[in-house]
C-alpha cells in the first residue's frame, strides 16, 4: 500500500508538491524555538482581543448612527460638515442609511460657464462683448453641431472624472454589451451545427447541440438582464449628477430661485418641469444611447467581417450600399422629431402649469365660482396639446409604414440574395463558396443547409443591428429635444448666477434700467441699513428694462432706529425690502445692511406668511432644522415662551405637540400665519427686521404688544405698512409717493416740526375735501335723478321704487364718517409724535 501511495504521488505533480509542503512546516515547526512559539501565541491572542474589541466599538458606533438616523428621519433633518457637504438618512429595509452629500465647488461653476455660455465669435459681437442666448438663436432642436456641443457640455457634467462611479458603470455595462455580440455568434454557429446534425440523423451529437444550446441560453439570459439593469443605473447616476448640479446652481446665496423666474424669464413658467420630467427623459435617453448606438455599431464590425470571410467581398459591397442607401432614404424623409419633442415638452410644462395654478388658488377660485372659467383654460391647454401630440403621431405612421418596410421586409430579401452567393457564384462566395466547391456531392446538403442557417442568423443579427442603428436616428432626435431643454436651463442658471447681462446683438448700448444696465453695490456686513443715491426700479424681464419708482432714495437706519415706510399703494414700499434684501437688482448707487439671519443679522418678513411642511417645531424656527437648534441649544420650553409672546401658546395642545406634522397653511388662520411670523422674529432675534404688512390681520392691541414685545428683544423694526396707529412704534418714517409723478419721498423725525406740517397740511387737504361734500352730494342727486327716469309707452315717466329713496344718501354719509375718522387718527398720531419728541427731549437734558 506504501509503495502505491508513493507511486501515486510520483505521478501526480500537485500531490509531490503537497507533501514537500507538509515537510518544510513540520521542519520549520520543530527547529523554531520556544521563544518564537510564545511570541506568536501572544500576536494571536492579542489580534483576536483586539479583533473583538474593535468589532464591539463598531457595532456601538453603528448602533449609535443608526439611532441618530432615526431620529433625524422622523424630524426631516440632517447634519451639516465643515466641508459644506450635508449627511441625511433614508429608509432602507428596517433600518437607515446614511447617505453623503458634497456640493459642487464654485471653481466648477467657473470651470463649466465657458461650456454654457455662448462665445463672442458666435455671438457676432467681435471682441466688445457677447450676448448669452438659450440656446442660440440660429440653433434649433436636431442633429447637427449645436446638439454636439450641447451634449458634451452636460456630459462634463454626467461623468466628471475617469475614475468615478459613472465610469465604472459604463464600462460594466459595455463589457456585458461585448459579450453579448459574443454569445450572438456562437448562438449563430451553434444554430448550423443543430440543424445540420439534425438534417444528417446524428442523435447523438444533437442532444449535444441542445444541452449546449439551454446552457449559452441561460447565461445569455442573464446577460440582457444586466445589460437593462446597468442602464436603468447609468440613468440614475446621470440623473443623481445633474440634479445636484442644478440644485446647487439653483438653490444658493445668489438666489437664483427667484431671479430665475422674475427677473430673467429665459425657461418661462416652468423651471419645475425642466428640473423633474424634462431631465427625466433626457437621462433615461442618454443612457439608452450607449446600447442602442454603441452596441449596434460594434454589431456591425463584427457580423460585416464574418459574412466577408463567409460569403466574400461582393456580399460586403453589397451589404455596405445597402446601409448607405437605407440611411439616406430615412434621413431624408425623417420628420423633425427634436423639434417636436422640443416643443411637445413646452407644451407639457405649460398644461401643467395651470393645473399646479388651480391648486394654489384653490381657495381664491372656490370664494368666486370660478370653476367653470378655469375648466375653459385647462380644457383649452389640453387640446392645444392633444393636436399637437395627434400631429405628431400622424408623422409617426408615415415614417413607421416607411421604417418598418425598409428595415424588415426589404432587408430581409436582401439578406436571402446575398445568403445565396455561395450557392449560385462560388467563386463570388468567399470561403462559403470554397467549402460548396470542394464539399462531396453527398456532403452538399448538409454543408449548405448548416452554411446558410449560420448566414442566416448571422444576417438577422446583422438587419438588427442596422436596425437598431436606423432607429436611433429618431432616438437621437428626441434626445436633441431633451438635450436642448435641460442645456437651456443650466444656461439660464449659469447667466443669472454669473450676472452675464450684455446688450443684445445689434446693440451698442443696454436699455435703461435692464439688467445689463446695473451699476450699483451691495454691501453685506454693515452695522445698519443703508440706502446711498439708490432708485427704486420694478425690474422688467431680461432684456427689457425697469419702472423707476422712487428717484435717487437715501436713508440709513442704525440700531435703535426704528423706521416706518408708508405712502400709497404701488410706490414702492415693498421694493424697497425686496432691493435690501438682493431680491431685485441695485441699478445705482449703495445698498448697505447685515448679513443674514444670526447674531448681527437682518430678517426680512414678507407680506404673504409663508408656512414650510414640517412639524409645528419647524415652523417656529424656520430655516433652520431640528439639529441647527440642538446645536444652539435651544430647547422646546423656549419655543413654547416664544410663542406665548406672539399670542399663539395655545398651538402645542391643539395641534397635539411639537412634533405634529399637517398642511399647516390651511390648519392656522391669517392672523395666525402673521403672528407666526412674529415668533420667528423672537426666536431668531435678528438685529434688524424688515416687517412687510405683517401685522395687517392682526387687531390694533396685539398688534401693539407684538411690537412692543420686539424692541425688547433688542429688535430694530423697519416696518413698511399704511397704518397711521404704527407710528407710535418708530423713531423716523419715510413716506414714498410724493410729488405730481409720485417719485419723489421724504424722510422724517416722527414728531418733528416738518413732520408736524406735513400732517397738519395733510389734515386741511382733509377739511378742504370734506367742505366739498355737500356739493358733490348735490351733483350726484341729479346725476341720478338724470339716470333713473324712465318712461313708458305714451310718453308718461315711471316712478322709483321706494326703497331706491332710502338708501340714496347713505353712500355719502359713510364717506363722510370714513374721512372724519382718518383725520382723527392722523391727529392723534401727530399728538403722539409731539408726545414722543417730548419724552425725547427731556431724555436728552
Not at 454589451?177 to 448562438?187: E, G, I, K, N, Q
Not at 402649469?353 to 370664494?367: D, M, P, Q, W
Request: proline share 4%.
Amino acid at each position: 500500500m506504501a509503495a502505491q501511495s508513493t507511486l501515486r504521488s510520483s505521478e501526480d505533480p500537485l500531490l509531490v508538491l503537497y507533501n514537500h509542503y507538509l515537510t518544510l512546516v513540520r521542519t520549520r515547526l520543530t527547529k523554531s524555538s520556544r521563544t518564537a512559539k510564545l511570541v506568536a501565541t501572544l500576536t494571536l491572542l492579542i489580534s483576536i482581543v483586539g479583533t473583538g474589541y474593535g468589532g464591539g466599538r463598531w457595532w456601538q458606533r453603528r448602533k449609535a448612527e443608526k439611532e441618530t438616523g432615526r431620529k433625524l428621519l422622523r424630524r426631516n433633518s440632517g447634519l451639516r460638515g465643515k466641508d459644506g457637504s450635508r449627511t441625511i438618512y433614508v429608509p432602507y429595509r428596517n433600518s437607515t442609511s446614511k447617505v453623503t452629500i458634497y456640493p459642487t465647488k464654485p471653481t466648477t461653476f467657473d470651470a463649466h460657464r465657458r461650456l454654457f455660455l455662448q462665445p463672442p465669435r458666435a455671438a457676432g459681437l467681435g471682441s466688445d462683448g457677447y450676448t448669452p442666448q438659450v440656446p442660440p438663436p440660429q440653433t434649433k432642436p436636431g442633429l447637427n453641431l449645436a446638439f454636439l456641443h450641447q451634449f458634451l457640455s452636460l456630459l462634463n457634467i454626467m461623468i466628471p472624472r475617469w475614475n468615478s462611479k459613472e465610469t465604472g458603470l459604463l464600462l460594466s455595462h459595455g463589457v456585458f454589451l461585448m459579450l453579448r455580440t459574443y454569445l450572438s455568434l456562437v448562438v449563430a454557429r451553434l444554430d448550423g451545427e443543430i440543424v445540420r446534425d439534425l438534417v444528417a440523423g446524428n442523435g447523438k451529437a444533437f442532444l449535444w447541440g441542445i444541452i449546449k444550446w439551454c446552457g449559452i441560453g441561460s447565461f445569455a439570459s442573464y446577460t440582457n438582464a444586466m445589460i437593462k439593469f446597468l442602464q436603468s443605473k447609468v440613468s440614475i447616476a446621470f440623473r443623481t449628477r445633474l440634479t445636484r448640479y442644478i440644485h446647487d446652481l439653483y438653490l444658493n446665496d445668489h438666489l437664483n430661485y427667484y431671479k430665475l423666474q422674475n427677473l430673467d424669464g429665459g425657461v418661462g413658467l416652468g423651471a419645475d418641469q425642466f428640473i423633474t420630467q424634462d431631465l427625466t427623459l433626457f437621462c433615461a435617453s442618454a443612457a439608452s444611447l450607449y446600447s442602442s448606438l454603441g452596441k449596434p455599431f460594434v454589431d456591425l464590425c463584427v457580423f460585416n467581417y464574418q459574412l466577408f470571410r463567409s460569403l466574400g467581398p461582393l456580399a460586403l459591397s453589397g451589404l455596405l450600399a445597402n446601409y448607405f442607401l437605407t440611411a439616406t432614404i430615412l434621413r431624408r424623409l425623417s420628420p423633425p422629431f427634436g423639434k417636436l419633442k422640443a416643443v411637445e415638452g413646452r407644451r407639457e410644462g405649460e398644461f401643467r402649469a395651470l393645473h399646479s395654478r388651480l391648486i394654489a388658488n384653490a381657495e381664491e377660485v372656490a370664494f368666486y365660482g370660478g370653476d367653470q372659467m378655469e375648466r375653459t383654460f385647462l380644457d383649452k391647454g389640453f387640446k392645444e396639446l392633444k393636436h399637437w401630440m395627434e400631429g405628431i403621431y400622424s408623422l409617426k405612421i408615415r415614417y413607421n409604414m416607411l421604417e418598418d418596410f425598409v428595415l424588415k421586409y426589404s432587408w430581409s430579401a436582401f439578406g436571402y440574395l446575398i445568403t445565396s452567393l455561395p450557392v449560385f457564384l462560388p467563386a463570388w462566395g468567399g470561403l462559403g463558396g470554397a467549402a460548396e466547391a470542394l464539399a462531396e456531392k453527398n456532403g452538399k446538403e448538409r454543408s449548405r443547409m448548416k452554411d446558410f442557417i449560420t448566414n442566416k442568423r448571422l444576417m438577422l443579427s446583422l438587419a438588427d443591428a442596422g436596425g437598431r442603428m436606423m432607429y436611433s436616428i429618431k432616438d437621437l432626435s428626441e434626445l436633441a429635444g431633451y438635450t436642448s431643454r435641460v442645456y437651456t436651463l443650466i444656461s439660464t442658471l449659469h447667466r443669472v448666477h454669473a450676472a452675464a447681462y450684455f446688450p443684445p446683438p445689434g446693440t451698442r448700448h443696454a436699455e435703461l434700467y435692464s439688467l445689463a444696465d446695473v451699476q450699483g453695490t451691495l454691501h453685506a456686513g454693515f452695522d445698519g441699513v443703508r440706502l446711498e443715491h439708490v432708485p427704486i426700479v420694478a425690474p422688467g424681464l431680461w432684456p427689457a428694462g425697469g419702472d423707476e419708482l422712487a428717484e435717487s432714495l437715501s436713508f440709513v437706519v442704525h440700531a435703535g432706529d426704528h423706521l416706518l415706510v408708508t405712502g400709497p399703494n404701488g410706490v414702492g414700499k415693498s421694493a424697497v425690502a425686496r432691493i435690501v434684501a438682493g431680491l431685485w437688482p441695485t441699478y445705482r448707487g449703495l445698498v448697505s445692511r447685515p448679513r443674514r439671519v444670526g447674531e448681527d443679522g437682518i430678517m426680512f418678513l414678507p407680506q404673504r406668511p409663508y408656512l414650510s411642511t414640517g412639524t409645528l417645531r419647524d415652523q417656529v424656527i424656520y430655516p433652520h432644522t431640528a439639529v441647527d437648534m440642538k446645536d444652539a441649544g435651544r430647547r422646546d420650553s423656549e419655543l413654547q415662551q416664544v410663542l406665548e409672546d406672539a399670542r399663539l401658546g395655545y398651538l402645542p395642545e391643539r395641534e397635539g405637540g411639537w412634533d405634529t406634522r399637517k398642511d399647516w397653511k390651511d390648519v392656522l388662520s391669517g392672523g395666525e400665519k402673521q403672528r407666526m411670523g412674529i415668533a420667528r422674529l423672537l426666536y431668531h432675534e435678528p438685529r434688524y427686521a424688515f416687517v412687510d404688512e405683517g401685522t395687517s390681520a392682526v387687531s390694533s392691541d396685539v398688534e401693539g404688544l407684538l411690537y412692543e414685545r420686539a424692541k425688547a428683544r433688542g429688535i430694530t423694526l423697519i416696518t413698511i405698512s399704511t397704518r397711521a396707529s404704527l407710528k407710535r412704534y418708530h423713531t423716523f418714517t419715510l413716506t414714498l409717493g410724493l410729488g405730481d409723478n409720485g417719485d419723489e419721498w421724504e424722510f422724517q423725525r416722527i414728531g418733528t416740526a416738518s413732520e408736524k406740517s406735513s400732517v397738519e397740511k395733510e389734515l386741511h387737504e382733509l377739511r378742504e375735501r370734506l367742505q366739498s361734500v355737500e356739493e358733490w352730494k348735490r351733483r350726484r342727486q341729479e346725476i341720478e335723478d338724470e339716470l333713473s327716469k324712465v318712461w313708458v309707452e305714451g310718453g308718461d315717466e315711471l316712478a322709483p321704487p321706494a326703497y331706491e329713496e332710502e338708501e340714496r344718501g347713505e353712500d355719502f354719509e359713510g364717506a363722510e364718517e370714513r374721512a372724519e375718522k382718518e383725520a382723527e387718527e392722523r391727529m392723534g398720531g401727530a399728538e403722539e409724535g409731539d408726545a414722543t419728541e417730548e419724552g425725547t427731549n427731556q431724555a436728552e437734558a
